[in-house]
């Protein structure tokens, strides 16, 4: 059965399509897109390129249901008419990487996916020699990571040389082979059309495509080793601020003053700072548990706060009566002192706060 008599119904409308229909869609909008102006993320481009997508699938399904290639075959057992047909992977492998609307890393994966499943197709039928290496051949097992050749160039300046000097090798020749169709398209555009010509053009068309495939496959592996770094710098930035660093809360600088008056005149002369009496501070100290309300030999910090001068006047009387004493030789505060060294002979320094711990 000719290709140009199969359809296939439209699921998304009443209408049917033909093959070459389809092929024509995607080749018209892939020109559209090549040349527009208009930015890849507009809805308008998106829209185009989701319905070069839709048109892709479609035409792919219809050439595997017709079996139209076979891994046992030559390009020369193909008909001029059905050669255009192996572009049809090339041509969804561009669409779906401009779709800005599936998750990036889908979108390169499946990318590459169908430039791949291209070149593999053009190699089964010796479109394409040996000189144009599959990136996958190299490096199969890890589609996140780049090409082989890519790490031995970082290591090598004579690879890094040859792997340049064969992209700009295939830059020429797709410049020369852009040329050469543009001759083409205005003779098989006329009313008729030499078979060898039309034959030319469409495989100059699939090498041209084959060596865009390359490099899109190179720029697919770059980008998902890209999306993979990015996605590990989230990763520890997001683990960092879920267990940060407790940090100590700072001490908020205060006014204390003696009694009630004060505080509310310094209040407003400072409206930033908080202000509070000596019986508030040592309140709130207590509370929190960083001072007692013990009193050690008659004197307490409270006391010391409210009159300083004070507690230390008293504090000097008391080691003039105590020196007294000791002069005088008196009896109560001798028999403090024997007894005192006494219990020190008979108890270790800090045996009080062993809790019986030996």
Sequence with gaps: MAASSISLDDSDGDTELTLPECFDHCYNLHCYLDKTDESMASDKVQVKIKEGIKMAEKAIRMVNSLELFSRNEDIEEISSNEIKYMLLSAFLGYFIGLNIHLPREMAVKQSKLHYSDYLKLLKSYNVINDEYHLPEEENEDSEDSVPASYNRTRQDVNAMSAHR????????????????????????????????????FYLTQLKHWAATAIDEIDNCN?????????????????????????????LRPFI??????????????????????????????????????????????????????????????????????????????????????????????GDGNRHNKG
């Design 165 to 200: 000097n064969n992209k700009i090798q295939r830059f020429k020749e797709k410049k020369a082979m852009e040329k050469k169709m543009s001759e083409l398209k205005v003779l098989i555009e006329r009313e008729h059309v030499d078979e060898e010509v039309k034959r030319e």
């Design 222 to 250: 770059l980008e998902l080793q890209m999306l993979k770094h990015k996605s590990e710098m989230t990763k520890g930035v997001f683990q960092h601020t879920e267990n940060p660093v407790h940090k100590k809360k700072p």
């Design 256 to 349: 204390l003053t003696k009694n009630e008056l004060q505080k509310q005149v310094f209040g407003l002369g400072y409206p930033a700072f908080p202000t509070m009496t000596i019986d508030e501070f040592y309140d709130q100290k207590v509370k929190e548990g960083t001072l007692s309300e013990s009193v050690q030999g008659g004197h307490s910090l409270q006391e010391w706060a409210m009159n300083p001068e004070k507690d230390a006047q008293d504090r000097e009387n008391e080691e003039a009566e105590k020196e007294e004493k000791q002069d005088r030789d008196d009896s109560e505060l001798l028999a403090r002192a024997r007894a005192m060294d006494e219990f020190k002979d008979e108890h270790r320094r």
